[in-house]
């Protein structure tokens, strides 16, 4: 479908449960991905009934392709950062007639998730992300605890090998955009690289994903010639504040944490960011695309958080 939310054109899946009472659920993706990610939960989400589960468990689905992504409109001016996007995925939800919603978003989706919840404009009554965020202090580098010494691994990890394309994306998008405007296999890889690395697949994507499944979210980046305007989102929410005007998100936050994820704060941490935890699971399976990669367990988990905000 395609809509407008204060006057800016988001194209998204709009999809209602067969069941009266079902949940609205706002899905947020991020990049490389798309709202292709979502297509093999989506089903179960909406009628798990049919899928053996409880009607008391359905959603109704709205996920929305990020400004500058899919067939959403591309950003003209400045502007269009992480708490923007946030204020328009709202005001998308309200005017379908959701005033009362919850949210869930991993990558810049979970970004955008957690700035939903600590702007609390009203109608979100809860948050639920795959890749929660969680700061180390300078005490947290010293710490002899598992948790913590796992989550400074991978965001060491990160700095030394996968970084790259994002200090590309938020000081030059422009710049890469060309390149990969002008190659349909340099845009390819540029997002295959990420499903190596990402997900949980033992040193080959084709484990973890179909190359269908690949090449369905690619060509989201592909046709609609979005290399440039989804590398923005780097440039314009990167090195400003997340919460500092809003503090932590007060709202009831769920976090589920998969093993493959590329940042695993310990609880301890997301604790600063969220002041309102009350769900928090490690998983045994799965990597960065979560619902993607683990669509059953992704399904489940948003099941257990979100049953007692219905």
Not at 17 to 34: I, K, R, T, V
Not at 42 to 69: N, Q, R
Not at 86 to 100: E, I, K, N, P
Request: glycine share 10%.
């Amino acid at each position: 479908m395609a809509g407008e939310a204060e006057g800016f054109g988001l194209h998204f899946v709009h999809m209602r449960s067969p069941h009266e009472n079902a949940l609205p659920l706002l899905l947020s993706h991020g990049w490389p991905g798309s709202i292709v990610e979502f297509a093999k939960a989506i089903p179960s989400l909406l009628d798990p009934v049919a899928y053996g589960g409880k009607a008391e468990d359905a959603f109704h689905i709205v996920a929305p392709s990020l400004p500058g992504f899919g067939f959403s409109d591309k950003p003209k001016t400045p502007g269009t950062g992480v708490h923007r996007i946030a204020t328009l995925f709202d005001s998308l939800m309200r005017g379908l007639g959701y005033d009362r919603y919850v949210a869930q978003g991993g990558d810049w989706g979970s970004v955008i998730t957690t700035c939903i919840g600590a702007q609390n404009l009203g109608a979100c009554s809860a948050i639920h992300v795959n890749m929660p965020i969680g700061r180390p202090t300078a005490d947290d580098m010293n710490s002899s605890d598992p948790d913590a010494r796992a989550g400074l691994a991978a965001l060491q990890a990160y700095q030394d090998w996968d970084s790259g394309y994002s200090k590309q994306q938020a000081t030059r998008p422009q710049t890469i955009g060309y390149g990969l405007a002008d190659s349909p296999t340099g845009q390819a890889a540029w997002i295959l690289e990420k499903f190596w690395r990402w997900t949980d697949c033992d040193g080959h994507p084709e484990y973890a994903l179909t190359r269908d499944e690949m090449l369905d979210n690619i060509m989201l980046y592909w046709l609609p010639n979005t290399a440039t305007s989804s590398a923005r989102i780097y440039w314009e929410s990167f090195g400003k504040p997340l919460l500092k005007e809003t503090g932590p998100v007060k709202l009831p936050t769920g976090c589920s944490l998969f093993p493959k994820e590329i940042f695993r704060p310990p609880r301890q941490w997301a604790e600063r960011e969220y002041a309102n935890i009350t769900y928090w699971n490690k998983l045994d399976k799965g990597g960065h695309f979560a619902a993607f990669e683990q669509p059953e367990t992704f399904v489940d988990e948003l099941r257990c958080f979100f049953r007692e905000f219905r």
